[in-house]
């Protein structure tokens, strides 16, 4: 798959991500939230919880299922970058979670 075709689908999953939440409820907060450290794809509001979404698409599931892709060190990052969004948005003491669309 050549990177452009790569980039189409990750992006076509990300809207597809984003229906698929406001669906259920959920508020979208920020798509794309840049910081030093990466980028987390969705911010959400589910409810009182702010979810961080991490959308993994796949046309097939050669490589695996897509929540297999975020392992351990994939995990932390999330995590520092989650913690940078809070902190930057002064948001203290406010429940989060983690999501894998």
């Given at each position: 798959?050549?990177?452009?075709?790569?980039?189409?689908?990750?992006?076509?999953?990300?809207?597809?991500?984003?229906?698929?939440?406001?669906?259920?409820?959920?508020?979208?907060?920020?798509?794309?939230?840049?910081c030093?450290?990466?980028?987390?794809?969705?911010?959400?509001?589910?409810?009182?919880?702010?979810?961080?979404?991490?959308?993994?698409?796949?046309?097939?599931?050669?490589?695996?299922?897509p929540?297999?892709?975020?392992?351990?060190?994939?995990?932390?990052r999330?995590?520092r970058?989650?913690?940078?969004?809070?902190?930057?948005?002064?948001?203290k003491?406010?429940?989060?979670?983690?999501?894998?669309?």
């Open positions: 798959m050549s990177k452009t075709t790569g980039k189409n689908l990750g992006k076509n999953g990300e809207e597809i991500a984003i229906n698929f939440l406001e669906k259920r409820g959920y508020q979208i907060l920020e798509k794309n939230y840049r030093r450290l990466g980028e987390i794809d969705i911010v959400a509001k589910d409810k009182e919880k702010i979810v961080f979404v991490e959308v993994k698409t796949r046309g097939s599931l050669i490589f695996g299922l929540q297999e892709a975020v392992n351990y060190s994939k995990q932390m999330l995590t970058l989650a913690l940078t969004y809070l902190s930057y948005h002064k948001l003491n406010v429940p989060c979670r983690f999501d894998v669309v």
